[in-house]
């Protein structure tokens, strides 16, 4: 009979849905970022498991999140934790899902003040001053010690004066938390004509500006003349002439087609011989010869010899 009883009771656990799932966020508001903020999340019902979800994707531990071993209770630090967390309880007969959002508070931190440091006077100028806080930030300004009326993170003059130079200190606060962050920016008013924000003179960019162009002209100029004369240049070229086919290496070239000998025949030192003097000669052959006959005597020969 006991078995009995506790066999029923063991059946009708295990058929025991899932309800009443919770998220309790333990820490009190307001959740300020670096302090301990913990999400508990609870259900009736038997053997029950958890999983937690931020902005529906799956969430583990790392080191911004920590999770309990039975994934429980969730414990979060940062800013960048601000989001809407779901835990989905179940058993195998049933879920169920609980959630909330969690909005860590910080800031201000990471400010600036965006604007001119040189204008001239009668110039329009606008200061912006940002900051990263939740909730935003509320600003004030103040220049040279006096506080200037309303609470925008953009302070803005249609018409400079000279006045208007000194020192803008602009001033984040957060309201929640009441931490407080300040940035000062200097700006100096000067005379019509004397500079721009990068310190040239309107005469001195406005000639800088007309050389840039009559350059950028000239050059156009020179490119379009080019084109216009290649293009004159190769229509006649294409129209009548006969191009040649060119080909590369259309014979195939061998290093050293027939072999070089050194030296193919022997050379003789002195092949015949060279006698010095090979024919005599005669010195003194003038003096050797007989000397002219006279003219008589050659007439007597040549008579002689008639005769004869």
Sequence with gaps: MVASVVIFLTMAKLSETVSGATITITSNPPMIEGGSITLTCDAAGFNITREWMKDGHPVSSGDNIILSEDKRVLSIKKRTDSREYLCRVSNPVSSEN???????????????????????????????????????????????????????????????????????????????????ISVVLKLSVKAVGSLTPDGLSVVVITGIVIIVLLVVEVAVSVAVYFIKTNISYAEPMQRGGSQQPVYENPSPVYENPSPVYENPSPVYENPSPVYENPSPVRENTLQNQSPPLPLTDFKSTYDTRIMQ
């Excluded at 400079?160 to 602009?170: L, R, V």
């Design 98 to 180: 609980a959630s909330d959002t969690v909005n860590v508070i910080y800031g201000p931190d990471g400010m600036e003040i965006k604007g001119p440091t040189k204008i001239e006077v009668g110039q329009k100028f606008t200061l912006t001053c940002s900051t990263d806080s939740n909730p935003p930030a509320s600003y004030t300004w103040v220049l040279n010690g006096t506080k200037i009326p309303g609470h925008s993170p953009e302070f803005t003059k249609q018409k400079s004066e000279y006045s208007d130079s000194g020192d803008y200190t602009c001033t984040a606060t957060n309201d929640v938390t009441g931490n407080k």
